[in-house]
């Protein structure tokens, strides 16, 4: 595994607008597939045209695997649920894959590395919500995203 860096960050609230899938371990690749293909039907928009864009995930259950998603971005239209992503401290990876199609590889090497091995490391809890935050950087030839938890100080 690569020795990814984790940073805490502060981020003021964001509101953005877009859709809902239920989704598991098994299925997330086409999953987010369709729910991109879904989201940009619903904005008229072509697809991968819109930044920032967001892949996030919440309420993940380790017995059965299954979470919520959910893609979006800032752009505001009718037929899109509103999220509202509070300020405060979040853990930011950033992660850079060797070769574009391999995002897939990457991100669920950041989560595992998060979630298992830097969270037992730190004085943080996770609070089960994270997301990958698509920028113009991820379009780049050298391309890279940020991946952002939810996470709590412990007390």
């Keep these: 595994m690569v020795n990814l860096a984790v940073d805490i960050v502060k981020i003021e609230e964001r509101i953005i607008y877009g859709i809902w899938?239920?989704?598991?371990?098994?299925t997330i690749s086409t999953d987010i597939d369709t729910l991109?293909?879904?989201?940009?039907?619903?904005?008229?928009?072509?697809?991968?045209?819109?930044?920032?864009?967001?892949?996030?995930?919440r309420n993940y259950d380790v017995q059965s695997r299954n979470f919520e998603m959910f893609i979006g971005s800032t752009f505001e239209k009718n037929g899109l649920d509103k999220v509202v992503l509070p300020t405060g401290e979040y853990a930011k990876i950033t992660v850079?894959?060797?070769?574009?199609?391999?995002?897939?590889v990457s991100i669920g090497e950041a989560k595992r590395y998060f979630y298992t091995k830097?969270?037992?490391?730190?004085?943080?809890?996770?609070?089960?919500?994270?997301?990958?935050?698509?920028?113009?950087?991820?379009?780049?030839?050298?391309?890279?995203?940020?991946i952002i938890f939810a996470i709590q100080?412990?007390?």
């Design 153 to 155: 100080r412990k007390v």
């Design 36 to 57: 991109s293909e879904n989201y940009y039907l619903v904005i008229s928009q072509a697809k991968g045209s819109v930044l920032p864009y967001f892949v996030l995930s």
């Design 96 to 104: 850079k894959p060797k070769l574009g199609f391999l995002w897939g």
């Design 118 to 146: 830097w969270l037992q490391e730190n004085s943080y809890l996770g609070l089960n919500m994270e997301y990958e935050f698509h920028t113009e950087k991820s379009k780049n030839k050298h391309p890279i995203i940020d």
């Design 21 to 26: 899938k239920e989704s598991n371990d098994k």
